[in-house]
């Protein structure tokens, strides 16, 4: 617990109004997306970075757990004050402080919103590309510690393929900038792609400094329904082996169809095997025949019906499908356990099929939906909580689940990390060396264990 008195120092640092103490206020801060509960011992909601070196050093001297938190969207877990202590809100540092149109960067604070920061930057005709599903409410902060991806992954990459620059608080007090605000720099080891994708572990993220792109001068979209996943699947291959990298290429697997269609309902064939949803963009006559090319090799794969979005909202309309899979799925179960793993494109509808087998085999429900293009499926064991025997049944399977992926040349999460959800799991990919190294890095920067302690390794 924090003694009172170092409350009351913690109130002198960021003023009365940003703590937080009461059990309903720390209740709203005890869970994530897994739905998982910690209760924290408090809750500060810091407005600038000195306040939050001040903090670090107050939690070293009285040896106190600190949590970073954005928007509290995490899948793993990472957010939550597994040890008590404090939960480090950084939502109030939200400014996007730089757009520079000559070197095509923007400078942002952490509690930006993804998708404000695209909207804003679009107006301008740039583009940040990376866009996890939760871009209208997860942060920045957030996407940088979690280096979040979205669709647009398959063509333009994913967080850390933008970050270049960042402004971090260590764990053990003191700030630090590292890399650059040009397109190169080699300045000793790379600092930046260390802190991106670490969970909030290693260090406070207070400022990033990100690349832009021009933003694309048009879009189309098609959806192909095919009535089996391979013939998807090698329609996917086809694509690619075309030398047309979409902006998108996403699928849904038969369950995932039925879910939606209980759901909406879009009107789509419930029995049919999987779906595609594919999206091109650049240069308008690039893009008509790119689009074209796709559409004629869905027909040649056999697709029983593709349809192309001829503007925005009918392209919306056909995003619709895709969109609605989270939230439908709870109509199968009240909740889910979801995983994120990531195989090479051309093994997706083999890992697809061995994760069904493992559902039939544990009597539960399983479907899967992802980025087709880039190998990355979500994977969704449905489950109910207070069904103990099928919480244990889907714990077995998503082991299960983990040995096919690795065995299939894939990995364990392709955006989600790793938190405490998948922290078991951790030596089913790495050997126990790296396991090690990454350990003292942790134990480097944090000898005293106090930043987002419990995280990412098996303890
Ligand atoms: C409906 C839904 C859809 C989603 N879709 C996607 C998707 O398509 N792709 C994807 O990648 N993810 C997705 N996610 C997961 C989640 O949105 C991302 O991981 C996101 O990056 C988390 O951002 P956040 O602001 O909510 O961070 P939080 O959940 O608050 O924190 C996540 C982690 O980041 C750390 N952290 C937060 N801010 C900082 C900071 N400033 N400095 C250091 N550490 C920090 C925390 O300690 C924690 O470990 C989805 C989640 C939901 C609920």
């Not at 990033?208 to 996917?236: G, N």
């Not at 069904?387 to 889907?394: G, I, K, M, S």
Request: one cysteine or more; proline letters at 5%; charged letters at 25%.
């Amino acid at each position: 617990m924090i003694s009172p008195t170092t409350l009351s120092k913690i109130e002198n640092i960021i003023g009365k109004k940003n703590l937080f103490t009461s059990q309903e206020d720390r209740i709203c801060y005890a869970y994530d997306a897994t739905n998982l509960f910690y209760l924290p011992d408090a809750v500060a909601i810091p407005g600038t970075a000195e306040e939050i070196d001040a903090i670090m050093q107050l939690a070293n001297q009285e040896k106190f757990p600190v949590t970073p938190r954005g928007a509290g969207t995490g899948m793993t877990g990472g957010a939550l004050a597994v040890n008590g202590g404090l939960v480090l809100v950084l939502t109030r540092l939200n400014r996007i402080l730089e757009i520079d149109t000559e070197n095509l960067i923007a400078v942002v604070e952490p509690g930006v919103i993804t998708g404000d920061l695209q909207k804003e930057v679009e107006k301008i005709g740039l583009f940040y590309p990376p866009d996890p599903s939760s871009l209208k409410f997860s942060t920045m902060g957030g996407n940088v510690a979690e280096c979040a991806g979205g669709a647009r992954a398959v063509k333009y990459g994913v967080t850390k393929d933008y970050i270049i620059g960042l402004e971090v608080i260590l764990p053990t007090s003191g700030i630090i900038s590292t890399g650059v605000r040009t397109r190169k720099g080699v300045v000793g080891y790379d600092l930046t792609k260390l802190f991106v994708g670490s969970e909030g572990t290693l260090g406070i993220i207070t400022r990033i400094i990100l690349k832009l792109l021009p933003l694309p001068e048009a879009r189309k979209t098609l959806l192909a329904i095919f009535d089996r996943l391979d013939t998807a699947m090698q329609t996917v291959s086809g694509i690619i082996s075309a030398r047309i990298i979409p902006a998108a290429l996403e699928f849904m697997d038969q369950t995932a169809i039925s879910c939606v269609e209980d759901y909406l309902p879009p009107g789509l064939p419930r029995e049919a095997g999987a779906l595609l949803l594919i999206e091109v963009d650049g240069r308008k006559e690039a893009v008509e025949s790119e689009a074209d090319t796709i559409y004629q090799l869905c027909k040649k794969m056999g697709a029983r019906n593709i349809q192309t979005a001829g503007d925005e909202s009918e392209a919306a309309l056909l995003w619709q499908a895709r969109r609605a899979v989270s939230p439908a799925l709870f109509k199968l179960r009240p909740h889910k356990i979801s995983e994120d793993i990531v195989v090479p494109r051309n093994r997706i509808a083999e890992m697809v099929s061995q994760a069904k087998t493992i559902g039939t085999e544990n009597d539960l429900i399983v479907l899967c939906f992802g980025h087709a293009g880039d190998g990355n499926i979500h994977i969704n064991i449905m489950i109910d909580r207070e069904d103990r025997a099928e919480v244990n049944r889907a714990q077995r399977a998503k082991e299960q689940i983990f040995r096919a992926a690795v065995e299939l040349g894939g990995t364990l999460s392709g955006e989600h990390g790793i938190g405490i959800t998948k922290s078991p799991f951790l030596g089913l990919e790495l050997n126990p060396l790296a396991v090690e190294t990454m350990k003292k890095i942790k134990a480097a920067l944090d000898p005293n264990n106090i930043l987002n302690p419990g995280k990412v390794f098996p303890y």
